[in-house]
């Protein structure tokens, strides 16, 4: 059980400006085991801090290691029995992403919530060492390889979650609206850098809400609760990942930035709460879910459906 002192009946208790260690307040994470993606920098090394000092067993899965295990000795310098391990990932090549998975699931741990939190956002033009668009490769079907190969383990460790990081930018992804399904999961899986970067980011947040969604369709009954989210704009990784152009954008949307914990604290919260055990298939924002600020193509389930299939066939022909 996700154990809460004084627990109370689900109400809106936090938001804009909650940090990560705030949603957790009273919470007791003994016990369960967190597989996050990208975290030795951003929201991502601030989700395996929060979660790792209320007690939980934090599974890095990172390209950097030695990174990552510095920030392991941080967060023990914090909490000196934190249980904290790393496994090497590289989310632009689909095969680390297996052995990463492999790796897992030899330590014969339980999983009870998998937080897919790593994501580029980059002007550049990149591919992945399999020649998948970068942003689709990283952000969207190394997430989905991940997906298919611990979906055992968190079926046997439920109740468990799945908790993916999206964005708000999801709205913009332009999915043409007069094409079938199948012609808007294709369109969604570009094989080339021919549109703007934002476009191909968008695309990719687009893709991680329809990927929660088809999982909560499939996987809610086998007691997997499954979350999406946007993070909000963090002060610090627009000026780092966009250049020049990221500190003209920063100085225009400085006030509605945040801090790397107050980023974060929506993720932690859907990980970690029991507030939210079993609200699943939702959209959340600001520590809280709202449906008016999705964009409604997500829902089409014959599009959930056609980017899953089209995603499985991309994987299978490269793994």
């Known amino acids: 059980m996700w154990r809460k ?24 994470l003994s016990g369960k085991t967190y597989a996050i993606t990208g975290t030795t920098n951003g929201i991502g090394s601030e989700t395996a801090r929060a979660l790792a000092l209320k007690g939980a067993h934090v599974v890095m899965l990172n390209r950097n290691v030695k990174a990552s295990q510095d920030q392991r000795d941080s967060i023990l310098k914090e909490k000196a029995d934190a249980q904290i391990d790393v496994i090497e990932c590289n989310l632009s090549c689909l095969k680390s992403v297996k052995r990463a998975a492999e790796d897992f699931k030899d330590k014969k741990w339980p999983l009870h919530v998998l937080v897919l939190n790593a994501g580029v956002l980059s002007p550049a033009q990149k591919t992945t060492e399999d020649g998948l668009e970068s942003h689709f490769g990283v952000n969207h079907v190394a997430h989905v390889l991940l997906i298919n190969e611990l979906l055992p383990v968190l079926r046997q460790s439920a109740p468990s979650r799945i908790v993916l990081v999206s964005s708000k930018l999801h709205y913009s992804a332009r999915v043409p609206r ?6 808007k999961a294709e369109y969604l899986c570009p094989n080339e850098s021919k549109k703007d970067f934002m476009t191909l980011y968008s695309m990719s947040k687009m893709c991680n809400v329809l990927t929660a969604f088809k999982l909560h369709r499939q996987e809610h009954a086998n007691g997997i609760s499954v979350y999406v989210l946007h993070p909000g704009i963090i002060n610090t990784s627009i000026k780092r990942d966009m250049g020049v152009l990221g500190s003209l954008i920063w100085l225009a949307w400085r006030p509605f930035t945040k801090t790397l914990s107050q980023g974060a604290a929506t993720t932690v919260y859907c990980a970690g709460s029991p507030d939210v055990e079993k609200v699943s298939g939702k959209y959340w924002e600001d520590c809280w879910d709202d449906e008016n600020k999705l964009n409604k193509t997500a829902r089409k389930v014959e599009l959930q459906d056609a980017l899953w299939d089209r995603t499985q066939q991309i994987i299978h022909s490269l793994v």
């Open 5 to 28: 002192k004084n627990s109370t009946e689900r109400r809106r208790r936090f938001g804009f400006s909650s940090n990560a260690i705030e949603t957790l307040e009273g919470v007791d």
């Open 178 to 183: 007069k094409t079938t399904p199948s012609e």
